[in-house]
């Protein structure tokens, strides 16, 4: 059972247009989310997280969107760069980030210039 | 934000040794780590957590006498493959969670192929 579902495993746009990243989770418990960004053979950076007292956090180009009665998240990178081309991942964790994280499959992203 | 390395980067061995891979914390305390395994195009998939000077805590279906994992520092983790098979070839990344983060912080990961 997927508890963290990034149902599209790809995404291409254009330079300087909008990123959506969505992501659906089923455990209620879960009360922290976070996105990570991964290149091929490299670990996972932390990109933004919110938690679930809130809706939206924001951090430069990237916005994180939370719909706890739909159990959705979403990730928007405005503007996007060629250099955002990488694999997404969402996370969620029960009792904030110290837990341990239930990870989806991850969204490619492409950027094209 | 914090920064968590691994070592070695890339690791192959003959089936039947041992490896060890290392974790470390470099600019913060851990107080809890975790391993995760990664297969070709799949997400990340956690081994175990462990916190300083206890026992790991398993995930259901990973072998704690194969895996072998040992957090005895605030600022070391090691994971020990042991008597490693093919079927152990893998990514494998280490994350760390300190009292002063929100976020778990990972390492840059360890490609391990078993010949």
């Known amino acids: 059972d997927q508890q963290v579902k990034q149902n599209s495993p790809s995404l291409s746009v254009q330079e300087g247009r909008i990123s959506i990243l969505n992501c659906d989770y089923t455990?209620?418990?879960?009360?922290?989310f976070l996105w990570y960004k991964k290149y091929p053979a490299e670990g996972p950076t932390f990109l933004i997280s919110?938690?679930?007292?809130?809706d939206k956090n924001e951090d430069g180009r990237f916005t994180v969107f939370l719909n706890k009665s739909a159990k959705h998240l979403s990730l928007h990178i405005v503007p996007s760069q060629p250099g955002d081309s990488a694999v997404y991942f969402c996370?969620?964790?029960?009792?904030?980030?110290?837990?341990?994280?239930?990870f989806g499959k991850g969204m490619k992203l492409t950027v094209n210039p | 934000g914090a920064v968590v390395s691994q070592h070695p980067s890339w690791v192959i061995c003959k089936s039947g040794t041992s490896v060890k891979i290392e974790c470390r914390s470099l600019?913060?305390?851990?107080?809890?780590m975790f391993w995760y395994r990664q297969f070709p195009k799949q997400s990340l998939m956690l081994m175990a957590t462990?916190?300083?000077?206890?026992?790991?805590?398993?995930e259901q279906g990973v072998e704690k006498d194969k895996f072998l994992i040992n957090h005895a520092s605030l600022t070391l983790s090691t994971l020990t493959v042991t008597s490693a098979h093919p079927e152990d070839s893998s990514f494998y990344i280490c994350?760390?969670?300190?009292?002063?983060?929100?976020?778990?912080?990972f390492g840059p990961g360890t490609r391990l192929t078993v010949l």
């Open positions: 994350s760390a969670h300190g009292d002063s983060y929100n976020e778990q912080f």
């Open positions: 455990n209620s418990m879960f009360d922290y």
């Open positions: 919110i938690s679930s007292i809130k």
């Open positions: 996370a969620a964790s029960a009792r904030g980030g110290s837990e341990k994280l239930v």
């Open positions: 600019d913060f305390q851990a107080t809890t």
């Open positions: 462990s916190n300083e000077g206890s026992k790991a805590t398993y």
